[in-house]
């Protein structure tokens, strides 16, 4: 997964607390997207940015913000931890090709007890 | 959004062709049929995706009925390594840099040795 960095791996939180989830690229591309993905379930789109200093909501942005400084970075954070939001979380670019396909980073496991 | 309807799981030998089917009644004259495939642990990849004709790469090759509502993913010889989820998605040609993807929970493919 060269190209998308994700930090943390792993992350233990108790209910109420605060974290931000950080993606990085190095691809310089423009698009970038936020997903999470529930055990035996596909992705669903939390955030996406399609450039710099801009972002829109996905299908399940509730209880989670994001924010796009630079073309580098899309972080996203959780004000107040629920265990509901215990998932794996996905940090995505869409590449510029003539595909567009998305290219994904290799994911943040997040546990809220 | 149009819908894709996959077979919750599959089963393959090791060096047989496998056929992954895909129905999508509803799609709409100008979305893209795309595929993806998520390895154990590990974010999705992009395999393959294609419109109205077939289309083959290194990866696979995709078959696409001639009403589009139904499409096939065809791995010409399983390993052990193509044992993945395998998510056939419908991207709406919207312009822009938007390209948001909607996962369904794909096809489970099992490759036995």
């Known amino acids: 997964n060269a190209g998308v960095t994700q930090t943390p791996k792993f992350q233990v939180l108790k209910t109420g607390q605060s974290m931000t989830l950080q993606c990085a690229q190095d691809?310089?591309?423009?698009?970038m997207y936020w997903y999470r993905q529930d055990p035996g379930m596909g992705l669903r789109l939390i955030y996406y940015?399609?450039?710099?200093?801009?972002?829109d909501k996905g299908e399940v942005p509730n209880g989670y913000n994001v924010s796009r400084l630079n073309k580098r970075e899309f972080s996203l954070r959780l004000e107040s931890a629920a265990p509901s939001q215990t998932s794996v979380y996905f940090c995505?670019?869409?590449?510029?090709?003539?595909?567009?396909?998305?290219?994904f980073g290799p994911g943040t496991r997040l546990t809220v007890l | 959004d149009a819908k894709t309807t996959q077979p919750n799981s599959m089963e393959s030998n090791e060096e047989e062709p496998v056929h992954l089917p895909c129905n999508h009644s509803?799609?709409?004259?100008?979305?893209?049929i795309h595929w993806y495939r998520q390895l154990p642990s590990q974010g999705p990849e992009y395999v393959i995706h294609?419109?109205?004709s077939n289309v083959n790469n290194r990866m696979a090759s995709l078959a696409i009925a001639e009403d589009r509502k139904s499409s096939t993913l065809i791995l010409h010889r399983a390993t052990l390594r193509d044992a993945a989820v395998y998510y056939c998605i419908l991207r709406a040609a919207s312009g822009g840099s938007n390209y948001k993807l909607t996962f369904g929970k794909g096809t489970l493919l099992t490759v036995n040795p």
């Open positions: 509803t799609i709409s004259g100008t979305d893209y």
């Open positions: 940015s399609a450039s710099e200093g801009t972002t």
């Open positions: 294609g419109l109205t």
């Open positions: 995505a670019i869409k590449r510029a090709t003539r595909f567009n396909e998305q290219f």
């Open positions: 691809m310089n591309h423009n698009s």
